[in-house]
């Protein structure tokens, strides 16, 4: 669950070697699934049931938005799911273009398992399949995801599979100019680090 008590202040986490991370597997009686036409709803229940979203309306907006108006990818072979052994769709994550580095890239969007089901290892697998995706697909630059301060705990597992929060100089954000990106990524730092180390 997202932690609301503290601010939100935006990160970008990037990983250079792509071809190495751990491996990590789903446990028993829970498997992938890719989206098909119809699963936006699943999707928004699920970032709704995170707190991403006020509600299932708003979450179903922002996944036609991101993945199906106007986007060239196909959310059919980017966009997965987990469904346990009684058939609910209980996490979801995304392989996706991003260009937040001012040229395209390959982005982790977008991953999210409910907390009842949280704890098991599941975040960790999906990550891991991404990262085989993103090999099938036979791409080969930096991979990258946006985070936030408030989702601090995701940022202790992306850093196992060696990404780590962009500090360079130049801002990421078209809202900053480079001063404020340091000076606001900074502190981004400093509150997450003393989020994981209270």
């Known amino acids: 669950m997202i932690d609301k008590s503290i601010p939100y202040i935006p990160?970008?986490?990037?990983?250079?070697?792509?071809g190495v991370y751990p491996r990590f597997f789903l446990p028993n009686g829970y498997e992938f699934v890719f989206y098909k036409d119809g699963?936006?709803?699943?999707?928004?229940?699920?970032?709704?049931?995170?707190?991403?979203?006020?509600?299932?309306e708003?979450?179903?907006?922002?996944?036609?938005?991101?993945?199906?108006?106007?986007?060239?990818?196909?959310?059919?072979?980017?966009?997965?799911?987990?469904?346990?052994?009684?058939?609910?769709?209980?996490?979801?994550?995304?392989?996706?273009?991003?260009?937040?580095?001012?040229?395209?890239?390959?982005?982790?969007?977008?991953?999210?398992?409910?907390?009842e089901h949280g704890g098991k290892g599941i975040a960790k697998a999906m990550i891991c399949r991404l990262l085989d995706l993103y090999h099938e697909l036979g791409l080969n630059d930096i991979i990258y995801l946006t985070t936030g301060t408030r989702n601090y705990p995701a940022i202790k597992i992306y850093e196992k599979f060696g990404?780590?929060?962009?500090?360079?100089?130049?801002?990421?954000?078209?809202?900053?100019?480079?001063?404020?990106?340091t000076e606001r990524n900074k502190a981004a730092i400093e509150l997450v680090n003393k989020m994981l180390n209270k």
């Open 58 to 115: 708003v979450g179903t907006q922002v996944f036609l938005r991101d993945f199906v108006n106007g986007q060239a990818l196909k959310a059919s072979e980017r966009v997965i799911f987990v469904r346990d052994s009684s058939g609910e769709y209980i996490a979801s994550a995304a392989l996706w273009d991003g260009d937040n580095y001012g040229r395209r890239l390959q982005r982790l969007h977008w991953i999210a398992v409910t907390d």
């Open 11 to 18: 990160l970008i986490m990037q990983k250079d070697d792509v």
């Open 163 to 181: 990404f780590y929060v962009y500090d360079g100089e130049e801002s990421l954000f078209p809202e900053l100019d480079s001063a404020q990106f």
């Open 39 to 56: 699963d936006e709803e699943k999707w928004s229940k699920i970032q709704t049931a995170v707190g991403s979203f006020a509600s299932v």
